[in-house]
């Protein structure tokens, strides 16, 4: 028996045209469902990233270093029109590298972060969404690596356990995507001791919303 190959043609052309158009209807469900996601009052996600830190001292005597760590957590959103709240629970290290003339301290706290941020969409289309914001976050220290020698001025048992700071930056959301750049200063002293030791980081992280 032969089949003439014009039906061969027609049906793969057919399976092809079946193909595109669930391809397309399944595009479309699943752009409506971020639709519908990113104008609902409340959101969840994850994240991920990296930050830069850095400890400040007024000591002279000492030149400062940044060190590099990663972050990873969760976030929640509750969007009131333009502005929105977001609070957040991530780990996170910081510290760095403090050089005397004789020795280098270095420092990697390993804590728990919990920022509450008030923001602003400068722009709000739903599906992308241009963002300020800024707010306290609370830091508890986990643990505590500190490489510190016996010469040095600095002793790592004075190390706070808890630091309050402030964060603020900018955001981009982009589909299901959370992209944030921000800047962190500590209040108050990390260090309990007579010098005055701060600390400083820049985050970058990337986010997924899953609701």
């Avoid at 000492?62 to 957040?88: H, M």
């Avoid at 003339?101 to 289309?125: A, C, E, R, W």
């Amino acid at each position: 028996m032969i089949i003439d190959s014009s039906f061969f043609r027609y049906f793969v052309d057919k399976l092809n045209e079946m193909t595109m158009k669930t391809f397309t209807l399944c595009c479309a469900m699943l752009m409506m469902a971020f639709f519908v996601s990113a104008q609902s009052p409340l959101n969840f996600g994850i994240k991920a990233g990296f930050n830069s830190s850095r400890i400040t001292t007024n000591l002279g005597d000492f030149d400062e270093s940044s060190i590099t760590n990663f972050v990873a957590g969760a976030f929640a959103r509750v969007n009131l029109k333009s502005f929105y709240l977001q609070p957040e629970a991530y780990f996170n290290s910081k510290g760095g590298e403090l050089k005397e003339v004789t020795s280098k301290n270095s420092f990697d706290l390993k804590m728990i972060d919990v920022p509450v941020l008030l923001g602003y969409k400068i722009i709000n289309k739903g599906l992308l969404n241009l963002r300020v914001n800024t707010g306290p976050v609370f830091s508890f220290v986990t643990s505590k690596d500190a490489d510190v020698p016996g010469e040095s001025t600095l002793e790592s048992g004075r190390l706070k356990d808890s630091i309050f700071g402030w964060q603020y930056g900018a955001g981009l959301d982009l589909l299901f995507f959370s992209l944030d750049v921000r800047m962190e200063n500590s209040f108050g002293d990390i260090y309990s001791g007579h010098s005055d030791e701060k600390s400083k980081m820049f985050m970058v992280t990337l986010g997924f919303f899953l609701l």
